[in-house]
């Protein structure tokens, strides 16, 4: 089991920057941002697959988010800038995608967060 506690959300303007937190109880060979709005499926956001160091994006965020890890601490970052009222969503750490494939393309994430609110305005 793998416990997920986030932090960092938070109301901004648009064109504004946050930073959520993911710390994680145990080591994930992946760990991954997913979003949910209102009334809309789910998404995944940003995934960090840890044995190669690589990243991946969703098209909507590609140059405005960064995902980064912590290896000491277990613990993934989602730097967020250049906000837009359509990044409104509550956001979700998740954990444990068993591949590079199911990382990258935000499937077979078995360990979830609690989620933290983001709200942009215009």
């Known amino acids: 089991q793998v416990q997920l506690v986030e932090s960092g959300g938070g109301s901004v303007q648009a064109g504004g920057s946050l930073r959520l937190s993911c710390a994680a109880s145990a080591y994930s060979n992946c760990m991954g941002w997913f979003r949910q709005a209102p009334g809309k499926e789910r998404e995944g956001v940003a995934s960090?697959?840890?044995?190669?160091?690589?990243?991946y994006y969703a098209d909507s965020v590609k140059g405005r988010f960064t995902i980064s890890r912590d290896n000491a601490k277990n613990t993934v970052y989602l730097q967020m800038n250049s906000l837009k009222p359509e990044d409104t969503a509550m956001y979700y750490c998740?954990?444990?995608?068993?591949?590079?494939?199911?990382?990258?393309?935000?499937?077979?994430?078995?360990?979830w967060g609690q989620g933290t609110q983001v709200t942009v305005s215009s």
């Open positions: 998740a954990a444990d995608a068993k591949s590079l494939l199911w990382c990258a393309t935000w499937s077979g994430y078995n360990y």
């Open positions: 960090f697959y840890v044995p190669v160091g690589t990243t």
